[in-house]
């Protein structure tokens, strides 16, 4: 097995990485084991033959699972939220998802030095409960985990929320989240470098986020794919996509923008290889790790 093969298998550290003047850090909550013939329902068993090399000794899919803290000039951003203290085994009734584990996101910012109050803002990618944990759950105190953020969501995100609660995030807990809820639109800045780009399919106002700065992009593409497997793949649909055929077109728009020039890639649940580049040979679209 190779190294890269090995790093498919576990979830991801806390990895940084610098762009110019912003730094970017995938901050680790937890994991989500995907079972890989019910999450990439088209997928057969000679394509896991083929693929084996994705799949854990479990037979799943290892999908790490936390935010990716922005920092620049002393001010923080956080995108996406994890899980929150959530943990429960496999369910053998559950055709998608395995063993769902987190709660450790608080604890890696303490490492990392920063305070929950120092997060200015929670940009969310969308609202399924891997991504809105620490903002539907509270903190150790009882109360906001991220006491001074504001919560920012796609405005289609969020007047369609209600077709985002499944897997245990209620439309309730999102209501209570209202307050403190700012909406964007497509093409936004929303924090010093940190752009918007629509990205439906997943769910309905699915957003990735485009960090540029120093003369390099960071494409955080969220859950537009869950795996590097489905770089090889772009058109196998996914379980959990609220609109298949518009998600594979969002997943060839990120994969084109990824082969841009001095641009990165963030896929939050890339096993351990969060951070990439995508290159293009003969054998066709390939997955490299940057760190």
Do not use: C
Request: charged content about 20%.
């Amino acid at each position: 097995m190779s190294a890269v093969d090995d790093r498919l298998h576990r979830t991801s550290p806390v990895r940084s990485l610098r762009l110019g003047d912003v730094t970017v850090t995938y901050v680790p909550d937890g994991e989500v084991r995907l079972k890989p013939y019910g999450w990439l329902p088209q997928s057969t068993e000679l394509d896991w033959r083929d693929d084996a090399a994705y799949l854990a000794e479990d037979g799943n899919l290892v999908a790490s699972v936390g935010g990716l803290l922005v920092e620049h000039h002393g001010r923080a951003l956080l995108i996406d939220a994890g899980l929150g203290p959530v943990s429960r085994p496999d369910d053998p009734g559950n055709p998608m998802i395995g063993l769902v584990r987190g709660g450790d996101l608080l604890d890696n910012l303490a490492e990392l030095g920063r305070r929950p109050a120092d997060v200015e803002a929670v940009a969310i990618t969308h609202l399924h409960f891997d991504h809105v944990g620490w903002v539907v759950h509270p903190g150790p105190g009882g109360g906001a985990a991220f006491p001074e953020a504001a919560y920012l969501v796609s405005a289609p995100e969020w007047e369609h929320r209600h077709l985002s609660a499944i897997e245990g995030a209620r439309v309730g807990e999102f209501d209570a989240m209202a307050s403190r809820v700012r909406t964007f639109g497509d093409g936004e800045e929303v924090f010093p470098g940190v752009r918007t780009m629509f990205t439906p399919g997943h769910t309905i106002g699915n957003t990735s986020y485009v960090i540029a700065s120093g003369g390099l992009r960071l494409v955080v593409f969220g859950d537009v794919m869950h795996s590097p497997v489905q770089i090889r793949h772009p058109d196998w649909p996914v379980g959990a996509d609220l609109d298949p055929v518009q998600a594979a077109t969002s997943r060839r728009r990120v994969l084109a923008e990824l082969l841009r020039p001095d641009t990165l890639g963030y896929g939050g649940h890339f096993a351990d290889v969060v951070f990439g580049r995508l290159t293009e040979t003969l054998a066709g679209l390939s997955w490299q790790p940057a760190l």
